[in-house]
């Protein structure tokens, strides 16, 4: 196995890479808009979705990896310049973002560079991250705004300029995972939050509290 696998393997022509991580449960439209804005702000040709085992800054996922990827999977199906990598699925345990760069940038051509798709809600709790100055040097911030932050509250809570990298409005509204959960739960239409087929592994596999189709 590759010591970082990536599907589909980047293009030769790639020289600067996004990097999203998270735990995607379940991943949802927001996490694919949001992800090609920052890109196309930051310049950023390609785009690699690292799915998480276990974040250290959250519960554990209540629905496995191997759902939770194949989710992601149906997300991204017809974007042509995303990929994914198991690399933190494969390795288990804790899934520190530090490493996973570290690696990353192992694993890639020197000119290839790194930048790190993140909102800016965990934008305020960065300094929580292990080795949080080395995850900047490793890769960039591209910081998404979600509501109700913006560049002047970021700013006045003491976010300096040299983590904000690049600040990318938000593309439309920002669902979550916690959100799309809830309302799958009560039943509700989350038709507009997810994709249909992502909505249709959902309910075959009867996860979040979802009934069979």
């Given at each position: 196995m590759s010591p970082f696998p990536i599907d589909p393997p980047l293009p030769q022509d790639v020289h600067r890479l996004?990097?999203?991580?998270?735990?995607f449960d379940p991943p949802h439209r927001w996490h694919v808009r949001g992800a090609k804005a920052?890109?196309?702000?930051?310049?950023?040709?390609?785009?690699?979705?690292?799915?998480?085992?276990?974040?250290?800054?959250?519960?554990?996922?209540?629905?496995?990896?191997?759902?939770?990827?194949?989710?992601?999977?149906?997300?991204?199906?017809?974007?042509?310049?995303?990929?994914?990598?198991t690399f933190e699925i494969d390795r288990g345990g804790t899934s520190y973002t530090v490493d996973t760069l570290a690696a990353l940038r192992h694993a890639l051509p020197a000119h290839v560079e790194m930048r790190l798709f993140i909102g800016s809600d965990q934008l305020r709790s960065l300094d929580r991250w292990r080795e949080?100055?080395?995850?900047?040097?490793?890769?960039?911030?591209?910081?998404?705004?979600?509501?109700?932050?913006?560049?002047?509250?970021?700013?006045?809570a003491g976010v300096g300029q040299s983590r904000l990298g690049w600040i990318v409005p938000t593309p439309t509204d920002p669902a979550s995972s916690t959100q799309v959960r809830g309302r799958i739960a009560r039943g509700e239409d989350v038709s507009g939050l997810v994709?249909?087929?992502?909505?249709?592994?959902?309910?075959?596999?009867?996860?979040?509290?979802?009934?069979?189709?």
């Open positions: 996004l990097v999203v991580g998270g735990t920052a890109a196309e702000a930051a310049g950023c040709d390609h785009v690699l979705y690292v799915p998480a085992r276990r974040s250290p800054l959250k519960d554990a996922p209540q629905t496995p990896a191997q759902n939770r990827l194949a989710m992601l999977r149906l997300a991204l199906e017809g974007e042509p310049h995303m990929s994914i990598s949080a100055t080395r995850v900047i040097d490793l890769a960039r911030p591209v910081v998404v705004l979600r509501p109700p932050d913006t560049l002047e509250s970021l700013r006045a994709s249909p087929r992502v909505l249709e592994y959902i309910r075959a596999h009867r996860l979040y509290g979802s009934s069979s189709p």
